[in-house]
């Protein structure tokens, strides 16, 4: 029987022996075998961190968010092959389409991340601390990629997206991975890491494969590794508790299965487009994937007054969905990844029956198109109901993760909070209600036991995500029970594999160690006006004292009657008694545009393409006729922009800081941070 490879240290490794088996989750079929056994644990993970860290070390975030996007590409042309791979888990083609274009999806959005970060290996995190009166020392927080290896051990529900989206994270952030999917589905993690290794994309070490086993990997483990684990609670507690990991401080970033709820508003009823909206939502999730979602509804809460009206609409929705063959373009709901599977989930009814019953569906029985029931994994989804779920402890505690949902009552918003709770912390929960007060109480009230909360309503469901769809720039994880981890998140997600540090010194040193203009840093003479330099030309630290402007009371009213402006603090004959002003003074944004004119260079055509903005810009004391105000104008940072196509004029964003100055103990007026679009040399 063909055996999967590992992907390890550079090359494509059988493991020793027969290894476990794999099934066609539909035929029942055999399709591979996989093991890890004979593996060298230790020396795949030191081939990581000596070979993979560094190459990736080096790179930029620039730089690795455009390997991603590479990577992307590359993938989107041998859709065909995975999608081929992927019926085999089970899967319809709505299915592996979340599983394989999500993934390649989260690629993309992580790659799109890197204009959220310098030109640099490393950022800059947060603000910068003034610690001295003499404005000679300060400190700031920067964050640097670990020297370690992500070590990412996987679910077997999504075993591409499960890959990538966790992989595009440590890849921006400069770290590589060592990935372990679960074995019932690793074919196809394979099938796509294949593809990843002949591309060439990835530096060498940035990605290992390991199909079976992980062996002893854990014992070989140091503080700058991360793990992160997707699966149960039970088998996540058992790693976390591994001595190694308690020893070393290793990060451990766990996203468990968990009992997510949806909740039915006071304020709906049958008729409602937001009542549609619930049952499908209720329907999609307990056949989507055939249930195998972390993120899947597992508890419905409805008003009790409209138990039977809500359980008996789920009932037909559901006795409508087509169940068999995913290659059958009738089917709607594929078979589950494997009868390990499918016994493990009617055992976990089986402990359900102990309190709740069987309203909808069959533990036996389940009616096929075009496929063997006996031979393939499918199952009926199964609709629970239970009537006490506040004496009832097991509905909230045990999960069969399959096409499986218990529907409960409540009589008021305030127990549908207790009873979302008492999950123990899900990783998202979701209410549908038109009434924004029931919103509110339901987001604030739950918020401490979930990581997400989709609000349902008509206005949004249209473009909606879903309830169970994580999204890469938003955090998946939660609290308690679902693991308290956090994967994705957008940057969030990235600073997980980075170490922080406070870096304490001057600020013309922390401007040449971050590459960051830190105000009251020394500047440096340009040469030539900055506004005629071409992107690559400039020089952080590049400075300009510019000349002096007078400011009169007749600047004002100019200013007041061309903008519209009249607040009464800058007119001349308000009677200032009781304000925080003197007299007449300046509008703020008279100032800035006075600003602009003293150091704007704009006589000649120069490289300077256009004006992109302006950020934290804060006017810090009034400004009366007669002041003398000039202004200290540095480049602070440098941001290239890749082209959009061959006939984009290349480019890049120049950020400038801007002090307002008038000469007295407390020279500064205003400050802002211009953004200028620049030409660059290059073409």
């Known amino acids: 029987m063909n055996k999967l490879e590992n992907y390890v240290t550079g090359k494509w490794i059988q493991g020793d022996g027969d290894g476990q088996v794999l099934y066609n989750a539909v035929t029942g079929e055999p399709i591979a075998a996989a093991t890890s056994k004979g593996l060298d644990f230790k020396g795949i993970l030191d081939y990581a961190r000596t070979t993979g860290n560094p190459a990736l070390r080096k790179m930029t975030f620039h730089e690795r968010g455009n390997m991603l996007k590479a990577l992307a590409i590359h993938l989107r042309k041998h859709l065909d092959e995975f999608y081929r791979v992927s019926y085999q888990t089970g899967a319809t083609k709505a299915d592996s389409w979340i599983d394989i274009e999500g993934g ?34 300060m400190a700031t927080h920067i964050l640097v990629p670990k020297e370690g290896v992500a070590i990412h051990i996987n679910a077997y529900n999504f075993p591409v997206w499960g890959m990538l989206e966790k992989i595009a994270v440590n890849l921006l952030a400069g770290v590589p991975a060592v990935v372990k999917p679960a074995t019932v589905t690793s074919y196809l993690t394979e099938a796509v890491v294949k593809e990843i290794a002949a591309s060439g994309i990835l530096p060498g070490g940035a990605l290992q494969l390991i199909c079976g086993s992980a062996g002893d990997i854990l014992d070989h483990v140091t503080s700058q590794d991360v793990i992160t684990f997707t699966g149960s609670a039970s088998t996540g507690l058992k790693l976390k508790s591994h001595p190694v990991i308690l020893k070393e401080s290793v990060p451990f970033n766990m996203e468990a299965d968990s009992l997510n709820c949806i909740v039915l508003g006071e304020d709906t009823r ?32 409805v008003p009790v007054n409209k138990m039977e009206d809500v359980w008996k609409a789920i009932a037909t929705s559901l006795s409508q969905t087509t169940i068999g063959n995913p290659l059958n373009e009738k089917v709607r709901m594929g078979s589950l990844a494997g009868e390990e599977q499918r016994s493990e989930v009617r055992s976990q009814v089986q402990k359900l029956l102990a309190s709740s019953q069987i309203i ?22 199964v609709l629970l109901m239970n009537d006490k779920p506040f004496s009832s402890t097991a509905v909230h505690e045990i999960e069969a993760f399959g096409p499986v949902s218990t529907i409960m009552p409540y009589k008021n918003m305030d127990e549908a909070i207790e009873l979302s709770k008492k999950g123990k912390g899900s990783l998202c929960s979701s209410i549908v209600t038109g009434d924004n007060k029931i919103a509110k109480q339901y ?21 909606s995500t879903g309830h169970g769809s994580p999204l890469p720039l938003l955090v998946h994880g939660g609290p308690g029970r679902a693991g308290g981890g956090e994967e994705m998140g957008g940057i969030r997600g990235v600073k997980h594999y980075m170490q922080r540090v406070a870096v304490q010194s001057s600020p013309t040193t922390i401007t040449a160690i971050t590459n960051v203009y830190q105000q009251n840093a020394r500047g440096r003479d340009p040469g030539k006006h900055p506004f005629k330099k071409y992107f690559e030309e400039l020089e952080i630290g590049d400075q300009i004292i510019t000349e002096k402007r007078v400011i009169t009371s007749e600047d004002i009213d100019r200013f007041a009657d061309l903008s519209g402006d009249h607040f009464y603090a800058h007119l001349r004959n308000t009677d200032f008694a009781g304000t925080m002003f003197e007299r007449q003074v300046a509008h703020g944004y008279f100032i800035i545009s006075a600003a602009a004119g003293l150091f704007v260079d704009s006589y000649e055509k120069n490289p300077v393409l256009l004006n992109y903005g302006i950020d934290e ?17 540095t480049c602070k940072e440098k941001l290239p922009q890749d082209p959009k196509d061959e006939n984009d004029i290349p480019k890049g964003i120049v950020k400038w800081l801007v002090e307002i100055l008038d000469g007295t103990e407390e020279p500064v007026v205003g400050v802002a941070t211009i953004l200028t679009m620049v030409k660059k040399r290059k073409n």
């Not at 049952?279 to 597992?298: D, F, H, L």
């Not at 909808?360 to 989804?381: H, I, N, Q, T, W």
């Not at 810009?617 to 002041?627: D, E, H, I, Q």
């Open 360 to 381: 909808y569906g069959s533990l036996e029985s389940v009616e096929v198109v075009d496929a063997d029931s006996k031979k393939g994994a499918f199952m009926s989804p």
């Open 104 to 137: 390649i999806g989260n690629l993309f959005a992580n790659a799109s991340l890197r204009r959220k970060f310098p030109d640099e290996s490393f950022c800059i995190d947060g603000e910068s601390h003034n610690l001295g009166k003499a404005n000679s020392f």
């Open 443 to 463: 987001v604030l009230g739950a918020a401490t036991h979930h990581g997400r909360i989709l609000v349902l309503n008509e206005e949004c469901a249209k473009e």
């Open 270 to 301: 049958p008729g409602q487009p937001a009542w549609d909206i619930f049952i499908k939502e209720v329907r999609k999730e307990m056949t989507v994937k055939a249930g195998q979602k972390c993120t899947a509804i597992r508890r419905i809460f």
């Open 617 to 633: 810009l804060r006017f810090t004391k009034p400004v009366y006729p007669g002041a003398e105000i000039y202004i200290r104008f």
